[in-house]
């Protein structure tokens, strides 16, 4: 396990993510360290999960909370949010992954399926997926973005996917398909051409 996580003293715990870096597992891994704080996974999402993260933090003025969100989404918070979010009142993580082209797969994967979390062993079926180069070429722009805005946000700790041996989440890794092969090969070409 990664150091720095057993120690944090601040209530809030703030977690600026990429996609597929592992993030979702992340808070649920805080969430058991820290029972007293409650897990908010990308609020942002539906209207409802914002309105409960929203009631917590603004209407019943609670600061004891885990918020995991993409870096995108900052901007759908209410501006007192923010404020807090970039305050010294939280801690706040960067979590990312080193290998670009493994975490652009990973979305491709999860875009292709419409498919984001794996919670139980019926989840993990494993099929070829379709090598759509208009649809990876979405994925690696996604990916390139969200890094752009990570790399301006100043946090306490910064964190791997790469890192992590495992975390405890009822969340389980993205079943690869059988082409993946293929599919690294593809945005490996496609990364190193400079071609998105």
Do not use: C
């Amino acid at each position: 396990m990664v150091s720095g996580l057993n120690n944090i003293t601040k209530k809030s715990i703030v977690i600026f993510a990429t996609p597929r870096s592992g993030s979702t597992a992340l808070g649920y891994h805080l969430g058991k360290l820290y029972p007293g704080l409650v897990y908010y996974n990308e609020p942002s999402v539906t209207p409802d999960y914002m309105k409960k993260f929203l009631n917590h933090t603004m209407v019943e003025k609670k600061n004891d909370y885990i918020l995991k969100l993409l870096g995108s989404a900052i901007n759908t918070y209410p501006s007192e949010i923010i404020a807090t979010m970039f305050s010294d009142q939280v801690f706040r993580i960067k979590m990312s992954r080193r290998n670009r082209i493994e975490q652009m797969a990973s979305y491709y994967v999860g875009y292709y399926r419409q498919k984001w979390e794996y919670y139980t062993e019926a989840d993990l079926v494993n099929t070829n997926i379709e090598i759509d180069l208009k649809k990876i070429r979405y994925a690696m722009n996604r990916i390139k973005i969200e890094e752009n805005i990570l790399s301006k946000i100043s946090t306490d700790i910064e964190l791997y996917y790469e890192d992590f041996s495992e975390f405890k989440s009822p969340s389980k890794k993205t079943p690869i398909p059988p082409n993946y092969p293929l599919l690294i090969d593809t945005i490996t070409q496609l990364y190193s051409s400079g071609i998105s």
